[in-house]
């Protein structure tokens, strides 16, 4: 089963950055990090993913630790459509050209104070 | 970025009604496309995956005479619940990936059985 450890919950002042930790120790050498974020009554929305390195996008950054056993994932300048649910996933290396099935544990409940 | 498309947003039924939801990829060929469904306060859970031109795998204890998948096309797949009962109301969500790029959700349908 691939297995994630994130907090239940964290909270987070507007226009302040937040950082969401991921502890993966179990994960292997090729196995990827996704994170995604839900809102209430939407689907899941991707937000970024990684292998080895570091990644920014337009929404996050994603720092992978050296060892690959943890990682977090960066919100630069919180606003509050960015509280959500944000789950941390590792998924297997399916091969080809697919990641393989998303495994959701209960994720991170992020809470934005204006 | 990438577009899913789901069909219909909710839908409210009477037991013993079958109730077929499609998944669209608007912008992208979906190689493989995944249907999970979410029980309030709880986490997806994924219910079967399909490639297109396949029979759909079934995760372990979902019926698959109950929901029916069809994966017909690189853009669309459709998920039918049969003779649907109060006990499978749900939100149901799907999502697609192709191309090596990450799997991106719809914004899940909404069932109610009365």
């Known amino acids: 089963d691939a297995k994630t450890t994130q907090p239940n919950s964290m909270e987070s002042n507007e226009e302040e950055p937040v950082h969401l930790p991921c502890n993966h120790s179990?994960?292997?050498?090729?196995?990827?990090i996704h994170w995604y974020r839900q809102l209430p009554s939407q689907g899941p929305e991707y937000v970024i993913h990684?292998?080895?390195s570091n990644v920014n996008n337009r929404m996050a950054s994603l720092a992978i630790a050296e060892d690959r056993k943890s990682s977090t994932l960066i919100l630069h300048r919180a606003t509050l459509r960015d509280a959500a649910v944000y789950y941390c996933?590792?998924?297997?290396?399916?091969?080809?050209?697919?990641?393989?099935?998303?495994?959701f544990g209960q994720g991170t409940i992020l809470t934005v104070h204006p | 970025g990438a577009v899913v498309s789901q069909h219909p947003s909710w839908v409210i039924c009477k037991s013993g009604t079958s109730v077929k939801i499609e998944c669209r990829s608007l912008?992208?060929?979906?190689?493989?496309m995944f249907w999970y469904r979410q029980f309030p306060k709880q986490s997806l859970m994924l219910m079967a995956t399909?490639?297109?031109?396949?029979?759909?795998?079934?995760e372990q204890g979902v019926e698959k005479d109950k929901f029916l998948i069809n994966h017909a096309s690189l853009t669309l797949s459709t998920l039918t619940v049969t003779s649907a009962h109060p006990e499978d109301s749900s939100f149901y969500i799907c999502?697609?990936?192709?191309?090596?790029?990450?799997?991106?959700f719809g914004d899940g349908t909404r069932l109610s059985i009365l």
């Open positions: 999502s697609a990936e192709g191309g090596h790029q990450p799997q991106h």
């Open positions: 179990t994960i292997s050498g090729t196995d990827y």
């Open positions: 990684g292998l080895t």
């Open positions: 996933i590792r998924t297997p290396n399916a091969g080809g050209t697919s990641y393989g099935k998303l495994t």
């Open positions: 912008d992208f060929q979906a190689t493989t």
């Open positions: 399909s490639n297109e031109g396949s029979k759909a795998t079934y």
